[in-house]
């Protein structure tokens, strides 16, 4: 393996290089900063850096031929519109993040510049590993995203909730890496190679490859490993007690960009290799598709039947994000069937991937919303988030109350939300397969989004129906009304004018269909 | 008889599946925090005895990856663990319960 390193294939990576720029001086500014002042301008100067990559970052997808990836540092990393879809998702993420931090710290008295530093840095980590190509440059990217997340949720230090957060997160987290990493061993010794394409070619060059038991383990510990990260059941069980421990902005960070980021890596392992032709392994021919039946639907029920009891409202959004996670695995069965090259690729069929990614976009803004409006509840490091203490806070404090209520509706898709757009294109995807499995796997999909409306609903019920019990502390914070302002023009014109964004999804997909 | 590349991988798994036992049965957050340790030395292990008997360098080069990686998750790790033992004066983590309903 010869490795050539140019300086032009800095470029390829100028958004996550300037995130971690700003990162390191953010970090720096704490430690220089005055004692017992306020670090807010650490956080202006890291919504900064978040609009800079987010320029490079757009000025890349312009720049960038639909149907090209630019393989950089010897192919260890790639470029194509793919990667810099999501980056900008991860860097949109890092910046509202940041913006809901400065006062929310500040209540909570954390107020530490490191917060900014570590958001960045996760979203640096987020945008290298779907920029990867190697199994390893992966995996060290997936521990620079999870490390500082694992301590973003234990962030506010006197709070008992956060502390344990940090710690089951930390101790499940390394466990799966742990797995994952065997995994990545074992495909290693079975195809020679960490790099995508290489274990590809592997895959078509000896198609009995398939059937031996190293790959096959090491695919089913690589899926583990992931499925994890993404809060697959079942692998799910850490999600509640960390959703719900960690600081509000930090929660809606990990459920907009870690899931973004580990569905990214999903799609383009299972695009570029095992997708398709390689899929269809040895004599059953089933590969890995049957396994993701069975993780879609018992997350989907597993999500939903267990949100439904629950009266703390984070907990209860970490169930719905389960479930979000299940809908999405259908997305990428249906990816599985069919891609791009073997569709009409006119108008605005955009395959199951394509509905994934569109998905995403929507569901990173909808937490934001929700989880953005939560975050305001709370003083002293005590967060108020059981659903009694929303009661009557529509008219107490109406624009956060109607931001959280459309961030509800969105979640639970109901037009004209975004949200709503995203499952119409993910059910859609799915139909016009017309395969009967997953015309099945639709219906429970359905089914279980009919559930999803009784929980979300109910909170509303709360917001303008139900009379406070209890005085609950609401802050104001400029930051938390702008990170509302721009989720809510964003759900509003993803679910009103979705032309624009469904094309994006499918061009992104286009760059990684090829190969 | 000689020591080929089945005997490092039975090592390998035997060594992984000690460390995952260990995480699900000891209750000592730094106890489990070594098993984990273990694992990932399990994975080394697996990696540089596929690279050996491929005869070439890749898997080498990683488990010197998967190396520093472990560093900096045992520093974030050993923070995580102090923070907790500074709230609650103990490293049990069945008795981090405070948000099981």
Not at chain 2, 34 to 62: D, P
């Given at each position: 393996m010869e490795i050539t390193f140019q300086a032009s294939d800095l470029w390829g990576i100028l958004p996550v290089l300037i995130l971690m720029v700003f990162a390191s001086v953010a970090a720096l500014m704490e430690v220089f900063a005055k004692p017992d002042t306020s670090r807010s301008f650490i956080a202006g100067f890291s919504v900064v850096g978040c609009l800079l990559a987010l320029a490079t970052s757009y000025w890349q997808w312009k720049g960038i031929d639909g149907a090209f990836q630019v393989p950089l540092f010897g192919k260890m990393l790639v470029m194509d519109a793919f990667s810099t879809f999501f980056n900008m998702i991860f860097i949109i993420g890092a910046m509202l993040a940041s913006l809901l931090g400065a006062r929310y710290l500040r209540e909570h008295n954390a107020d530490?510049?490191?917060?900014?530093?570590?958001?960045?840095?996760?979203?640096?980590?987020?945008?290298?590993?779907?920029?990867?190509?190697?199994?390893?440059?992966?995996?060290?990217?997936?521990?620079?995203?999870?490390?500082?997340?694992?301590?973003?949720?234990?962030?506010?230090?006197?709070?008992?909730?956060?502390?344990e957060a940090a710690l089951k997160y930390f101790l499940m987290g390394s466990v799966a890496s742990a797995v994952l990493l065997y995994g990545v061993a074992l495909l290693y010794g079975g195809t020679g190679s960490t790099d995508?394409?290489?274990?590809?070619?592997?895959?078509?060059?000896?198609?009995?490859?398939?059937?031996?038991?190293?790959?096959?383990?090491?695919?089913?510990?690589?899926?583990?490993?992931?499925?994890?990260?993404?809060?697959?059941?079942?692998?799910?069980?850490?999600?509640?007690?960390?959703?719900?421990?960690?600081?509000?902005?930090?929660?809606?960070?990990?459920?907009?960009?870690?899931?973004?980021?580990?569905?990214?890596?999903?799609?383009?392992?299972?695009?570029v290799t095992f997708g398709y032709d390689a899929l269809e392994f040895g004599a059953e021919g089933k590969g890995w598709v049957g396994l993701f039946y069975a993780l879609a639907v018992a997350t989907m029920f597993a999500g939903n039947l267990a949100a439904i009891p629950q009266v703390n409202v984070k907990r209860m959004l970490a169930y719905s994000s389960v479930a979000h996670?299940?809908?999405?695995?259908?997305?990428?069965?249906?990816?599985?069937?069919?891609?791009?090259?073997?569709?009409?690729?006119?108008?605005?069929?955009?395959g199951g991937n394509g509905a994934v990614l569109y998905y995403l976009l929507t569901y990173a803004f909808s937490t934001f919303l929700v989880l953005g409006a939560i975050s305001l509840f709370g003083k002293d490091g005590e967060e108020f988030v059981h659903l009694s203490d929303f009661a009557g806070m529509g008219f107490k404090r109406p624009f956060v109350g109607l931001a959280l209520t459309l961030g509800l509706l969105s979640l639970a898709g109901i037009p004209p939300m975004g949200g709503f757009f995203a499952k119409f294109y993910l059910f859609r995807e799915a139909m016009s397969l017309q395969k009967p499995e997953l015309m099945w796997l639709t219906l429970i999909a359905i089914v279980n989004s009919m559930i999803a409306l009784y929980y979300y609903l109910r909170v509303i019920v709360f917001l303008y129906m139900k009379e406070p019990t209890r005085e609950v502390p609401v802050f104001e914070s400029k930051g938390a009304v702008a990170v509302l302002c721009i989720a809510l023009a964003a759900v509003l014109v993803l679910g009103l004018f979705p032309d624009t964004y469904v094309e994006m999804a499918r061009r992104s997909l286009e760059s990684l269909a090829l190969r | 008889m000689t020591i080929g590349l089945t005997h490092y991988l039975v090592l390998a798994a035997v060594l992984f599946g000690i460390g995952s036992l260990g995480v699900m049965v000891r209750r000592n957050a730094i106890v489990v925090f070594m098993c984990i340790e273990l694992m990932l030395n399990a994975v080394n292990l697996t990696f540089i005895a596929f690279s050996r008997f491929r005869g070439e360098m890749n898997g080498h080069v990683i488990a010197f990856f998967v190396m520093a990686v472990a560093a900096a998750e045992a520093a974030v790790g050993l923070a995580i663990i102090l923070n907790l033992f500074r709230t609650r004066k103990s490293l049990n983590v069945d008795e981090a319960n405070l948000m099981r309903h």
């Amino acid at each position: 393996m010869e490795i050539t390193f140019q300086a032009s294939d800095l470029w390829g990576i100028l958004p996550v290089l300037i995130l971690m720029v700003f990162a390191s001086v953010a970090a720096l500014m704490e430690v220089f900063a005055k004692p017992d002042t306020s670090r807010s301008f650490i956080a202006g100067f890291s919504v900064v850096g978040c609009l800079l990559a987010l320029a490079t970052s757009y000025w890349q997808w312009k720049g960038i031929d639909g149907a090209f990836q630019v393989p950089l540092f010897g192919k260890m990393l790639v470029m194509d519109a793919f990667s810099t879809f999501f980056n900008m998702i991860f860097i949109i993420g890092a910046m509202l993040a940041s913006l809901l931090g400065a006062r929310y710290l500040r209540e909570h008295n954390a107020d530490f510049g490191e917060y900014y530093a570590l958001v960045l840095f996760s979203a640096a980590g987020m945008g290298l590993m779907v920029q990867s190509r190697d199994l390893i440059v992966l995996f060290i990217n997936l521990e620079i995203m999870s490390m500082a997340i694992y301590v973003l949720s234990g962030f506010v230090r006197k709070n008992r909730r956060g502390a344990e957060a940090a710690l089951k997160y930390f101790l499940m987290g390394s466990v799966a890496s742990a797995v994952l990493l065997y995994g990545v061993a074992l495909l290693y010794g079975g195809t020679g190679s960490t790099d995508l394409v290489a274990m590809r070619e592997a895959f078509n060059a000896d198609k009995a490859l398939g059937d031996s038991i190293i790959v096959k383990l090491g695919m089913v510990f690589l899926v583990g490993g992931m499925a994890f990260k993404v809060a697959l059941a079942p692998f799910h069980l850490w999600t509640p007690d960390v959703y719900d421990g960690a600081p509000s902005p930090v929660t809606a960070f990990m459920a907009a960009g870690v899931k973004a980021a580990g569905f990214a890596v999903l799609i383009r392992l299972f695009t570029v290799t095992f997708g398709y032709d390689a899929l269809e392994f040895g004599a059953e021919g089933k590969g890995w598709v049957g396994l993701f039946y069975a993780l879609a639907v018992a997350t989907m029920f597993a999500g939903n039947l267990a949100a439904i009891p629950q009266v703390n409202v984070k907990r209860m959004l970490a169930y719905s994000s389960v479930a979000h996670a299940g809908y999405l695995v259908v997305g990428i069965i249906v990816g599985a069937f069919g891609d791009l090259s073997n569709q009409e690729t006119a108008g605005t069929v955009i395959g199951g991937n394509g509905a994934v990614l569109y998905y995403l976009l929507t569901y990173a803004f909808s937490t934001f919303l929700v989880l953005g409006a939560i975050s305001l509840f709370g003083k002293d490091g005590e967060e108020f988030v059981h659903l009694s203490d929303f009661a009557g806070m529509g008219f107490k404090r109406p624009f956060v109350g109607l931001a959280l209520t459309l961030g509800l509706l969105s979640l639970a898709g109901i037009p004209p939300m975004g949200g709503f757009f995203a499952k119409f294109y993910l059910f859609r995807e799915a139909m016009s397969l017309q395969k009967p499995e997953l015309m099945w796997l639709t219906l429970i999909a359905i089914v279980n989004s009919m559930i999803a409306l009784y929980y979300y609903l109910r909170v509303i019920v709360f917001l303008y129906m139900k009379e406070p019990t209890r005085e609950v502390p609401v802050f104001e914070s400029k930051g938390a009304v702008a990170v509302l302002c721009i989720a809510l023009a964003a759900v509003l014109v993803l679910g009103l004018f979705p032309d624009t964004y469904v094309e994006m999804a499918r061009r992104s997909l286009e760059s990684l269909a090829l190969r | 008889m000689t020591i080929g590349l089945t005997h490092y991988l039975v090592l390998a798994a035997v060594l992984f599946g000690i460390g995952s036992l260990g995480v699900m049965v000891r209750r000592n957050a730094i106890v489990v925090f070594m098993c984990i340790e273990l694992m990932l030395n399990a994975v080394n292990l697996t990696f540089i005895a596929f690279s050996r008997f491929r005869g070439e360098m890749n898997g080498h080069v990683i488990a010197f990856f998967v190396m520093a990686v472990a560093a900096a998750e045992a520093a974030v790790g050993l923070a995580i663990i102090l923070n907790l033992f500074r709230t609650r004066k103990s490293l049990n983590v069945d008795e981090a319960n405070l948000m099981r309903h």
